[in-house]
């Protein structure tokens, strides 16, 4: 475009888009609108839930609306009248129709939690970790009425740490995003809204990476070690690793969440059956092809604590284990009550 000036409509509403969109407000272009979901009903005490893009474009003096879609016809003619020339999209999570897309000369565009074609969906920063890959990234397309299924303007890549929980990493990725964000930006400033603009995506790689649910929660203790410590760490900040503890001496089971643990290398498979403890520093358990320690857990109605100060506090007896229902001490695979 000639003018290298854009006035932009931003959409968003969770914190990963936060760091993109700040950027993007310091530089040369003129932000026209800032769009976020509509805030839910609310069903607690605790009020409603955070809305970071809210919070930030009213730090930034800017002027939200919370449309019920955004593809209704109201709102496409709201946005038609603001002129943009480009749409903004990352953490929105409503999908753009052609009729929305088409009220802005240069389309839109999505910054995205995984190097696509792979996960694509809600949870692509999750199912990343749960699935044990060793490296991630974001990657900016140009957005298409197919969900997460544009052209390619931009990627970064970078490692999953060995201890890094979703959380950590989705915080870490969206400031990975700024600098792609602004670079697909820089070309569609050049692009001549004709010819074919960026990477088409291989569609013989793409993976699905849908939302999670608590049930998905639920430890599989015939996993391996590294498995099970992936499936921790991606389960967090939500919904949280859990198990069914049976203390083996007479007590009650109860339910926890598992925070944290360490895959003990030095220990062979064999030991025991998964999800029984095994002797070791702290709280041992043992897992599909070796032994894990449980660093932090739960129980409920309690505040986390060390699994040596939960096996302190349990006392459990030689017949002690993690197991997959509350009701009985089978172990293993998932299965029975949550």
Not at 110 to 117: C, E, I, R, T, V
Request: proline share 9%; charged share 20%.
């Amino acid at each position: 475009m000639a003018d290298s000036k854009l006035r932009l409509v931003l959409m968003g509403t969770g914190p990963f888009a936060v760091p993109s969109f700040d950027r993007i407000a310091d530089g040369p272009h003129e932000i026209v609108q800032v769009i976020v979901r509509p805030l839910p009903p609310v069903k607690s005490r605790g009020g409603p839930p955070p809305q970071p893009v809210a919070d930030w474009a009213e730090k930034r003096s800017l002027t939200v609306i919370r449309p019920d879609s955004i593809n209704d016809d109201e709102t496409v003619q709201q946005l038609r009248s603001l002129r943009p020339d480009l749409l903004v999209v990352c953490d929105y999570g409503q999908i753009l129709k052609p009729a929305a897309l088409e009220t802005a000369p240069l389309g839109g565009i999505n910054l995205h939690g995984s190097l696509l074609p792979k996960y694509r969906g809600a949870a692509p920063v999750q199912r990343a970790v749960l699935s044990g890959d060793r490296e991630t990234g974001v990657t900016v397309i140009h957005m298409t009425p197919r969900l997460d299924g544009g052209p390619i303007l931009a990627r970064r890549v970078t490692e999953i740490r060995d201890d890094e929980t979703a959380g950590q990493l989705e915080q870490r990725l969206s400031t990975i995003g700024v600098d792609a964000t602004v670079e697909a930006i820089d070309r569609l400033l050049d692009w001549d809204q004709e010819s074919v603009i960026g990477d088409p995506q291989d569609s013989s790689l793409v993976s699905k990476a849908p939302r999670l649910s608590k049930a998905e929660a639920q430890i599989d203790w015939q996993q391996s070690s590294r498995m099970i410590d992936c499936h921790v760490r991606g389960m967090q900040p939500w919904p949280v690793a859990f198990s069914f503890f049976h203390p083996g001496n007479g007590g009650k089971p109860v339910r926890v969440q598992i925070r944290q643990v360490t895959p003990m290398s030095d220990n062979g498979p064999g030991q025991s059956q998964p999800g029984h403890l095994v002797s070791g520093e702290g709280l041992c358990v043992a897992s599909g092809d070796g032994v894990l320690r449980i660093d932090q857990i739960q129980p409920a109605g309690k505040k986390p604590m060390t699994g040596a100060a939960f096996a302190n506090g349990y006392q459990p007896g030689p017949d002690a284990c993690f197991a997959a229902t509350c009701g009985d001490a089978a172990v293993g695979g998932k299965g029975g009550t949550t």
